[in-house]
């Protein structure tokens, strides 16, 4: 005999519930976020990128796809556009000829370095209204999740 509705919504009532509570604080964290990244006329894959190449230095278009967890349609366009607007530059990779790798120009790293302070201290602010140790509870917690 097949659950009711009513017996698999009783069953799982906790983890629907936690599941708003996520997706709730993950839209208000974003939206705080996204604020600085607007102040300064980038959109957020854009703001990724040069983040990503400020952090790790020169990647290939895969691993920015990886890492900012975007379509290769997109990661296109924002390439494109960046390299357009002189902040990145795409080179062949010397290891894998069929591959490329994009780095930032020095317009590029001298926009990134003017926003990551602002940026960081923005973070910081959105989850001050918890201690540290809710903040390593959380990433614990959430840590579970990563498949």
Same mark, same amino acid.
């Given at each position: 005999m097949e659950k009711k509705i009513e017996e698999i919504l009783k069953e799982n009532e906790s983890a629907l519930h936690s599941l708003v509570v996520f997706h709730r604080a993950t839209n208000a964290i974003s939206r705080q976020?996204?604020?600085t990244i607007k102040k300064h006329n980038l959109t957020v894959?854009?703001?990724g990128v040069l983040e990503a190449l400020y952090n790790?230095? @020169?990647l290939r278009i895969q691993d920015l796809?990886?890492?900012l967890l975007s379509t290769s349609g997109n990661m296109t366009v924002v390439i494109? @556009?960046?390299i357009r607007d002189g902040y990145i530059f795409k080179v062949p990779d010397e290891k894998d000829k069929r591959s490329f790798l994009i780095g930032l120009t020095p317009l590029g790293?001298?926009? +990134?370095e003017k926003i990551l302070p602002e940026h960081y201290e923005n +973070?910081?602010?959105i989850f001050s209204i918890i201690s540290q140790e809710e903040q390593e509870t959380m990433a614990t917690i959430l840590r579970k999740f990563k498949l």
């Amino acid at each position: 005999m097949e659950k009711k509705i009513e017996e698999i919504l009783k069953e799982n009532e906790s983890a629907l519930h936690s599941l708003v509570v996520f997706h709730r604080a993950t839209n208000a964290i974003s939206r705080q976020e996204i604020q600085t990244i607007k102040k300064h006329n980038l959109t957020v894959s854009q703001f990724g990128v040069l983040e990503a190449l400020y952090n790790k230095g @020169n990647l290939r278009i895969q691993d920015l796809i990886d890492k900012l967890l975007s379509t290769s349609g997109n990661m296109t366009v924002v390439i494109r @556009n960046m390299i357009r607007d002189g902040y990145i530059f795409k080179v062949p990779d010397e290891k894998d000829k069929r591959s490329f790798l994009i780095g930032l120009t020095p317009l590029g790293q001298e926009r +990134i370095e003017k926003i990551l302070p602002e940026h960081y201290e923005n +973070i910081g602010k959105i989850f001050s209204i918890i201690s540290q140790e809710e903040q390593e509870t959380m990433a614990t917690i959430l840590r579970k999740f990563k498949l």
